[in-house]
């Protein structure tokens, strides 16, 4: 019979196992430079195996991540200097316009910011097998921070390896945490660093201070300022664990001496990147020319955004891939959210079954709340500073909190069931995480099989340009009303790879001509460009367009598709077309007094009940009246001048009304609470306007005193104006 030390060894064996076997998955998933920030520290990476030097910060474009420390970025350039790379240090690949689509929302809508084309399959080569060198070294750093959380938790819960297995699972598995640990990104080796100066301030806690503790905790701490410069909030955990010891005795000069030790061996380590900063930027730490140039702010008057970013940062904390866009479901972290509340509680509330010491727990509670103010101050001053990642260094430290909290509420007998409980429900969350989320973001349709070719609906063959056959289609619904979401099913058959990017449009038309919705992306919704087609396999696309919630109603219409390059022509059919028409559509009006109904709320003050537009479409010269039903919400003390304009591309003004709103000649500061009034406008196009179709934008100010915003109703702010709908301008002598 094996011996509890023994089982326990293999168990940890088997969560790195597991662990490293996820990091692969998710770095396989995870096309090249879709990690936050991973192409700049790919950037950084070369700068240093190419010219054996450091990258230093500048404007412009394009940029590496030359603001952090080299440590990581130095041990990259040494995995992967034997790889033979064509592309410039500081090549930029193809982008994707029309990435982040609705990146709010579960799905694989448009997840990718580049384009990823054949040259990045297996077997990898050049610049694509430095990016899965980098990020396989990344793992194996990740898998000594998961070892290290283990220890730390294994000193903290003597006698409870499940409470420490837990302890090391809760960041093992952590979607977030597997994520970058298969990318390019230096917030793992954070991890490390912040995990191993934990290990040896609770050691210190149990164990009392020495010369060796001193040495270790100055190298590492020197260490781990060459690794991410905001890793100098690990002085506090260190400062407590040192109180801690020498409070009883009043030994203050084991304090001295370790304050000494500490901070000599940190500048023998990394002094020398300060002084550089300090030569090349007038700043030690190099954040003030971090600030200049990622559009930084003071941190005074700011406080708001912590309340409104806070959700944002705990998604981000266990998992938000990409740059952000490919969320999993909020379920999953309202769930979270409670179990870590439940656990966190148990401190307070389950003090009877106290077993294990509050001093172990200081530093490690210290340095949680060290890093959640350091990220919280990186909020107020950097837009995007609400990154869980900035919080890993502390997350060894949470993980064991979270377990100390949740073992109180049992026996001795019964922790191994809490711990076992968590480590199967992390397991599954990284298994749903990567297979149901983030694997299908950013993989290609899949062929459709020969039956399913067979049984199309509306089929029809129409050859583009010889670079595909739409082969059938697939509509629903074909009634909609404003604000609702239509379903195109487009069936695509590849004829050849192109060496550019063709996008696919799906256009819903009015009878009049004028466009009700749009959508534009690349084929695959981004996943499959043109560029990495394989020409005989048939696959399906589904389009979500949006009807806007102003669109103009009833209406009748159709919806029509093709292939275009960006900037460039459509492609046409054998006929000559360079659309495909396929299914006819009505847009419902909404039931209401008044046409087109509507509730756009501007700032509480007033609402925006509907509209009606004629003609919808002009020529240049002519007049468009627009008649606007509004409502006051509320007493109002300002006066209230209403913009309309038809709007072109960048925001081109091609008509205009800006005047006050009125109702019998009173001003809105003499208005009172519910008053309906009915306003027309008139819109004169410009003689010069081109034949195109345009934006009617709309919205209310003061002048001198800027625009009123509309709020959503849970009381965000949407912008400053809305977009009503298209007016169509044409040219009849032409």
């Given amino acids: 019979m094996k011996s509890p030390a023994r089982i326990e060894r293999w168990a940890l064996a088997v969560l790195l196992v597991v662990y490293l076997a996820l990091v692969v998955g998710y770095s396989l998933a995870n096309p090249p430079y879709e990690s936050t920030d991973e192409l700049r520290h790919v950037r950084y990476v070369r700068h240093i195996a190419t010219y054996h030097n450091l990258p230093v910060q500048r404007a412009g474009e394009p940029r590496a991540q030359s603001h952090h420390p080299p440590l990581y970025y130095a041990l990259g350039a040494l995995a992967s200097c034997w790889v033979d790379v064509e592309q410039d240090v500081y090549y930029q690949p193809a982008e994707n316009p029309f ?271 060290a890093f959640l103010a350091i990220v919280f101050y990186y909020m107020l001053v950097q837009p995007a500073g609400a990154m869980g990642r900035f919080l890993f260094p502390a997350l060894p430290a949470f993980g064991v909190l979270l377990m100390g909290g949740l073992g109180r509420y049992l026996p001795d007998r019964l922790r191994w069931v809490s711990g076992a409980a968590v480590i199967g429900l992390m397991v599954a969350l990284a298994v749903y995480a990567l297979v149901g989320v983030l694997g299908p973001a950013f993989a290609a349709p899949r062929p459709l099989s020969q039956a399913e070719v067979k049984s199309l609906p509306n089929p029809i063959d129409v050859n583009l340009g010889g670079v595909a056959r739409l082969l059938g289609y697939r509509v629903a619904p074909r009634e909609v009303d404003p604000g609702d979401v239509m379903e195109i099913t487009l069936y695509w058959q590849p004829l050849a790879r192109t060496e550019q990017e063709h996008a696919v449009f799906v256009h819903v038309m009015s009878d009049t001509g004028v466009m009700i919705a749009q959508r534009d992306t690349y084929p695959g919704l981004g996943r499959y460009p043109t560029t990495a087609w394989d020409p005989g396999t048939v696959f399906a696309d589904t389009y979500r367009v949006q009807i806007s919630e102003t669109a103009y109603a009833p209406d009748q219409g159709y919806v029509q598709v093709g292939l275009y390059l960006p900037n460039g022509p459509r492609l046409s059919t054998v006929e000559g077309r360079d659309a495909v028409q396929l299914a006819r559509i009505e847009v419902e009006p909404r039931p209401g007094e008044v046409p087109n109904p509507l509730e756009i709320n501007f700032g509480d003050r007033l609402a925006l009940k509907g509209y009606a537009l004629e003609p919808r479409v002009a020529q240049p010269g002519e007049t468009v009246r627009l008649t606007l039903y509004w409502q006051a919400s509320a007493s109002m003390k300002a006066n209230y001048h209403v913009f309309a304009h038809v709007l072109g591309e960048e925001n081109q003004i091609w008509a205009n009304s800006d005047s006050p709103l009125t109702a019998d000649g009173a001003r809105t500061s003499h208005w009172t609470r519910g008053m309906m009034v009915k306003e027309v406008r008139d819109l004169t196009l410009a003689e010069t306007t081109p034949p195109d179709f345009y934006d009617v934008e709309l919205g209310l100010h003061v002048p001198g005193d800027g625009r009123l915003k509309i709020l959503a109703e849970d009381g965000r702010q949407l912008g400053n104006r809305t977009l009503l709908t298209k007016v169509r301008v044409v040219r009849y002598d032409e």
């Fill in 99 to 369: 990435w982040a689509h609705r990146y709010w929302e579960v799905g694989v809508d448009n997840k990718s910011q580049y384009v990823h084309r054949a040259d990045e399959d297996f077997p990898f080569t050049g610049i694509t097998l430095v990016v899965y060198v980098v990020r396989w070294m990344t793992g194996l750093i990740g898998a000594g921070v998961v070892w290290l959380s283990y220890r730390i938790a294994r000193h903290v819960f003597p006698g409870q390896p499940a409470l420490a297995l837990a302890s090391a699972a809760l960041v093992a598995f952590n979607p977030q945490f597997l994520y970058l640990s298969g990318a390019v990104s230096n917030d793992v080796p954070a991890a490390l660093c912040g995990a191993a100066v934990l290990l040896m301030c609770v050691r210190l806690v149990r164990e009392g201070p020495t010369v060796r503790t001193d040495v270790a905790l100055g190298i590492l701490f020197g260490l781990s300022l060459l690794t991410k410069f905001h890793l100098v909030g690990l002085l506090a955990p260190i400062a407590v664990a040192y109180l801690v010891c020498t409070w009883p005795t009043r030994d203050w000069r084991a304090g001295l001496r370790a304050a000494g030790s500490i901070l000599g061996l940190t500048a023998l380590l990394s002094g020398w990147w300060f002084f550089r900063n300090w030569r090349l930027y007038g700043d030690p730490s190099g954040m003030s020319r971090l600030n200049e140039l990622w559009a930084g702010r003071s941190a005074g008057g700011h406080w708001w955004v912590i309340g409104q970013k806070l959700p944002y940062l705990w998604s981000s904390l266990w998992g938000r891939f990409g740059y952000g866009q490919v969320p999993m479901p909020r379920s999953i972290y309202r769930g979270l959210l409670v179990f870590c509340l439940i656990a966190l509680v148990g401190h307070v509330l389950a003090r009877k079954r106290r077993f294990v010491s509050k001093f172990s727990l200081l530093p490690l509670a210290t340095a949680t709340l």
